[in-house]
């Protein structure tokens, strides 16, 4: 296994990286078997996004704070753990925005496709599944569409569900809903394609995020898993994600 090493602008992940480098080499992007991240979930969000572009299967190794989608840093049998580990295929949402001026935008997401109020004033949007109307008008300060990969992160922040990989569903969580007050979301098959429509968006205007790819004044956000994407994520075999998303779930 022919690693290349990946780390985060951050001191604890550069000297990570400065030190595997010394013990194993950093084959260049294009010749190597395996992209070894190193820093935090938001680096190795960065790392499975280029990954779509080289394909090349993702190890991450935890080297900021909560690291849910990566292994534990071990500088020790590195080319070991490699060879052995379990592999984790990861499908993005994606997203087309169309936005007030008229202009057509897309983008893909490995987390969650989010909505958000960009005022004082909360968003007025419409919710069509599959062509059916769901719910003609939610008040809110916005909505996520989360794949079971990204349901530990912002979805879980506003409330929504934790999904296991295996599941093949989606998780649809309102942020703030104010009417209707008790509704608190949705799951959803992985199948479903969601028309998210902005209401009064001159006056009551709504962003759309994809990961960290951001698109202003949206009017319609089509949302729908692109299962033509591939992303390979590994993990040392103690590590099982599936695991992990059930211990989460019994957490204090």
């Known amino acids: 296994m022919k690693p290349h090493f990946y780390a985060a602008d951050t001191k604890q992940a550069a000297a990570a990286k400065a030190e595997l480098v010394v013990r194993y080499g950093d084959t260049p992007l294009d010749d190597a078997d395996v992209v070894v991240a190193l820093g935090g979930d938001g680096s190795m969000l960065r790392a499975l996004h280029d990954s779509i572009a080289h394909g ?4 991450g190794m935890n080297r900021g ?6 292994n534990e840093y071990r500088p020790d049998g590195l080319l070991e753990r490699l060879s052995h580990a379990q592999t984790v295929i990861l499908n993005p949402l994606h997203m087309i925005v169309r936005t007030l001026d008229g202009a057509a935008q897309e983008a893909l997401a490995i987390n ?18 599959d062509g059916i109307t769901r719910l003609e008008e939610l008040i809110c300060d916005g909505i996520i569409v989360s794949t ?8 879980l922040s506003a409330h929504g569900p934790i999904i296991p990989l295996s599941a093949g569903i989606l998780a649809l969580t309102p942020i703030s809903a104010f009417r209707p007050r008790r509704w608190r979301g949705a799951l959803l098959p992985q199948t479903s394609r969601l028309v998210l429509e902005v209401r009064e968006a001159d006056n ?15 009017e319609t956000v089509e949302v729908w898993m692109e299962n033509t994407v591939n992303i390979a994520l590994l993990f ?3 590590m099982n994600l599936d695991e992990r ?3 989460e779930q019994f957490m204090p």
Do not use: C, H, W
């Not at 704070?65 to 990566?70: A, K, M, P």
């Not at 969650?112 to 599944?129: D, F, G, H, W």
């Open 56 to 59: 090349k299967p993702v190890f």
């Open 65 to 70: 704070s909560v690291g849910f989608l990566l």
């Open 112 to 129: 969650e496709v989010s909505l958000l109020r960009e005022t004082r004033q909360a968003a007025k949007l419409a919710i069509r599944i």
């Open 148 to 155: 079971p990969a990204g349901s530990t992160a912002y979805n």
């Open 204 to 218: 009551r205007p709504v962003s759309a995020v994809a990961d960290f790819t951001e698109i202003r004044d949206v």
């Open 236 to 238: 040392d075999p103690e």
């Open 245 to 247: 998303m059930i211990k």
